[in-house]
């Protein structure tokens, strides 16, 4: 596939490693020579200096002929004008990164042909989103939604008291339609099998139907879904959030620094409680009780200041932190910190855009781990080695999961003796080099 990706921050170079890794062809577009030379040293692409949206640029980069333009740059105007532009001059499809409420509306963080542009993503909305799954779930650190939603992959990680530690995963009383997925144990994700024990810290990947997930999540937490919430924020991401958390009727208490900016989103959001202060004023903290809330949630736009109010919250009493943070590679950091949940905007938007660079192989996709280990939903073709053989002898590669089939309107998750057919739809998580060979499994073999 040959891409153009226009803009070099941290969603522009992680695109460049994933596609890099999947052998495309790639021309990147910046104006800042520095970034240039960094993507020279680090990636085996093309570069070019120059505006993102000036025709001439867009002209000597064959957008063309691309197959897929991605504009990800820090202004969205830009990225709408050089993907407009990109698509009137030929290329396939186009994807553009907006980071304001004003393009995209309606608490939505995906809108498909606007102005002319096939995706535009608002990672900021997507955050929202995200979290607001977590505050419904039952102790779970990230939620993936797949096949149309009717299936959920969820982290988990095990406290000191979880009720499944030090059993084997064969005794515990899992839900019928829901499994341990993978196991992450001192930064090491392993596929487990029914021998293994878990143990304090160990970080579960559960995945299953969306009705049995919240039941699976209960044999591993004792947490229950946020009905108080605190956020520290009310940017983007904390207002959507704010009116999603309220839409399912939770108590929302929102801190704001800028005066203005609160005095707004007093009038805007109907039922919160928005007060003007500084979020890492610990005494403010504890005046408003925050630790009564079941989750604190940081996000603003500064990195130190979630990190300072998620620690301050913590040791406040907040039974749940999670905060944003725009440098994904501090995620880990922060983890051992103690903060529960980490999330990354920058990240959502790089996952979100590559579900569309390889949407010719997979019908969705979610990356585990910095990419240890890929979720993958895959149709069984007719005449591939998949069909009508149980799972159990289809001879996958080690580290290689089927977690669920669709057939039709039934979505199941399977055993040893399932046999697969023409049509179904599998979600498949891999680990290591094995997607190439999964892949092929599925795929018609070749007379």
Request: glycine share 8%; charged share 25%; with cysteine.
């Amino acid at each position: 596939m040959f891409v153009v990706v226009i803009g070099l921050g941290e969603v522009g170079r992680h695109l460049l490693r994933s596609l890099g890794d999947d052998h495309h062809d790639v021309v990147a577009i910046d104006s800042d020579p520095e970034a240039l030379a960094y993507c020279e040293e680090h990636h085996d692409v093309m570069t070019m200096l120059g505006f993102g949206a000036n025709p001439k640029v867009l002209e000597q980069a064959r957008v063309g002929k691309a197959d897929l333009v991605i504009t990800v740059t820090d202004h969205d105007e830009l990225n709408l004008v050089a993907a407009l532009a990109s698509k009137q001059a030929g290329a396939g499809r186009v994807i553009a990164r907006v980071q304001g409420n004003d393009w995209i509306g309606d608490g939505a963080g995906m809108r498909y042909g606007f102005l002319g542009v096939d995706v535009v993503i608002n990672p900021r909305v997507l955050v929202a989103q995200e979290l607001t799954k977590i505050a419904r779930s039952h102790g779970a650190t990230e939620v993936v939604e797949l096949a149309n939603d009717r299936v959920e992959l969820v982290q988990v990680e095990l406290s000191e008291d979880s009720p499944a530690l030090q059993k084997p995963l064969s005794r515990l009383p899992l839900p019928k339609e829901a499994l341990v997925a993978a196991v992450v144990r001192e930064g090491k994700l392993f596929v487990p099998g029914g021998a293994d024990v878990l143990r304090p810290k160990d970080r579960l990947y559960l995945i299953g139907l969306r009705t049995h997930i919240t039941l699976a999540e209960d044999v591993f937490s004792r947490r229950r879904e946020a009905r108080r919430v605190c956020i520290v924020g009310g940017g983007v991401v904390g207002q959507s959030l704010a009116e999603k958390l309220l839409k399912d009727e939770a108590e929302v208490l929102l801190i704001e620094e800028d005066l203005e900016r609160a005095e707004a989103l007093s009038e805007t959001l109907e039922g919160a409680s928005v007060i003007h202060g500084d979020g890492t004023n610990l005494e403010l903290l504890m005046e408003e009780e925050v630790g009564r809330f079941d989750l604190f949630a940081s996000v603003t736009q500064d990195d130190e200041v979630n990190l300072m109010a998620g620690l301050l919250a913590q040791r406040a009493g907040a039974s749940r932190t999670a905060v944003l943070v725009q440098r994904a590679d501090y995620t880990e950091i922060y983890r051992q910190l103690g903060i529960d949940v980490v999330l990354s905007p920058r990240t959502v938007a790089s996952n979100q855009i590559l579900k569309y660079v390889r949407a010719s192989a997979v019908e969705r996709l979610a990356v585990l781990e910095g990419g240890e280990a890929e979720v993958l939903e895959l149709r069984a073709e007719e005449g591939s080695r998949v069909v009508g053989e149980p799972i159990h002898r289809l001879n996958l590669p080690r580290g290689t999961l089927i977690a669920a089939v669709i057939r039709g309107s039934d979505v199941t998750v399977p055993r040893g003796e399932h046999v697969l057919e023409h049509g179904d739809t599998v979600i498949c998580l891999v680990t290591g080099p094995s997607r190439s060979t999964v892949e092929r499994l599925f795929h018609k073999r070749a007379l």
